[in-house]
């Protein structure tokens, strides 16, 4: 998330790297979160490794938009762990035609695999072609990929994984509670301020309610061993 501060005299964006996890019984956590001089690769590693060094393991999936910083940092951090791109970012389309894409790409999303996904991607390739979308078009087909590793999860855990509406939802918390006080002195007291409401929200929001069953990812792991 972007914040400004007062630096120097000067008004500048401090980034506040924030990662949330499901832990291995299902529930959310506040994994971290720092300071980033700006949202690259670097600032990125920098984050992950940290979170590494303080114990973060097992790390299956990592969902997040189309921040090349952050899917690089990843492959370098933890290269076992898949990466999921937010399905609901990567459309540039006129505003009188958004709805209509909008639910075009809903569509890819709601088949029952990633076959099935993947076929219906390329229909609506073909869609975006007849309506005179290239760019559209072009992101699509240069994307889709990115989007459907959810498939390779329990059917059950899909729509929990498939976007990173955790992290907006808390996002637009923040911003709310953050907008009133405008710049901050310095990239410290953003972080301040952030994490105090990241405490507050996991603290009364989520409390003990499970996210995830975790049994699903388990029975298919060993389905895997099995076979």
Avoid at 19 to 25: F, K, P, R
Avoid at 63 to 77: F, H, S
Wanted: glycine share 8%.
């Amino acid at each position: 998330i972007y914040l400004k501060r007062n630096w120097g005299g000067e008004f500048e964006n401090v980034s506040i790297l924030v990662a949330i996890g499901v832990n291995e019984d299902g529930y959310r956590e506040i994994i971290g979160a720092a300071e980033g001089m700006k949202e690259d690769s670097e600032s990125w590693k920098i984050f992950l490794v940290w979170l590494k060094e303080r114990g973060l393991d097992g790390v299956k999936l990592i969902v997040g938009d189309k921040c090349l910083g952050m899917l690089e940092a990843v492959g370098e951090v933890f290269p076992e762990a898949k990466c999921q791109r937010c399905v609901v970012l990567f459309s540039v389309v006129p505003k009188s035609k958004v709805k209509n894409v909008a639910k075009m790409l809903k569509a890819i999303h709601a088949q029952e695999s990633k076959k099935a996904s993947r076929e219906k991607a390329a229909a609506v390739v073909s869609e975006l072609k007849a309506m005179k979308l290239p760019e559209a078009e072009k992101k699509l087909e240069d994307s889709i990929e990115k989007t459907l590793t959810y498939c390779d999860f329990p059917s059950e855990h899909w729509v929990k994984i498939r976007t990173n509406n955790v992290i907006e939802r808390m996002n637009r918390e923040i911003r709310r509670r953050t907008r009133v006080v405008g710049a901050f002195p310095d990239g410290n007291s953003a972080l301040m301020l952030v994490c105090a409401r990241l405490r507050h929200v996991a603290g009364t929001q989520w409390g003990s309610k499970k996210y995830m069953n975790m049994k699903h990812l388990e029975a298919m792991e060993q389905e895997a061993l099995v076979g």
